[in-house]
């Protein structure tokens, strides 16, 4: 079992930064790709950003690609999401996820854990 627990959210204006972490316990976090979802009220849950074991791989979806920023600290069993230059349209609750398994890194049905979401509100 891993336990992920997500903190960092709040209110910012548009254009705002936050960083966004997750602390992982269990078992050994460097053996788990790493990633992060979003969902908005009434939207499904989308794919934000996702790290490799090694944290020498990253992915990010179209519509944050260049903005936000995944990265991991496996001595400290983290991985964070720095959000740059955020929109209004990226409110929403962020969840942290874990997975063994080398597949789509993109699609939530991947990943074995779930943090419990960290509420991002982005004012205009």
């Known amino acids: 079992q891993v336990q992920l627990v997500e903190s960092g959210g709040g209110l910012v204006q548009d254009g705002g930064s936050l960083r966004l972490s997750c602390a992982a316990s269990g078992r050994t976090f460097s053996n788990y790709i790493m990633g992060w979802f979003r969902q908005a009220p009434g939207e499904e849950r989308e794919f934000v950003a996702a790290i490799t074991w090694s944290g020498r791989s990253t992915y990010s979806s179209d519509s944050v690609k260049g903005r936000f920023t995944i990265s991991r600290d496996n001595a400290k069993n983290t991985v964070y999401l720095q959000m740059n230059g955020l929109k209004p349209e990226d409110t929403a609750v962020y969840y942290c996820?874990?997975?063994?398994?080398?597949?789509?890194?993109?699609?939530?049905?991947?990943?074995?854990?779930w943090g419990q979401g960290t509420q991002v509100t982005v004012s205009s």
């Open positions: 996820a874990a997975t063994s398994a080398n597949y789509d890194v993109r699609l939530s049905r991947t990943y074995n854990y």
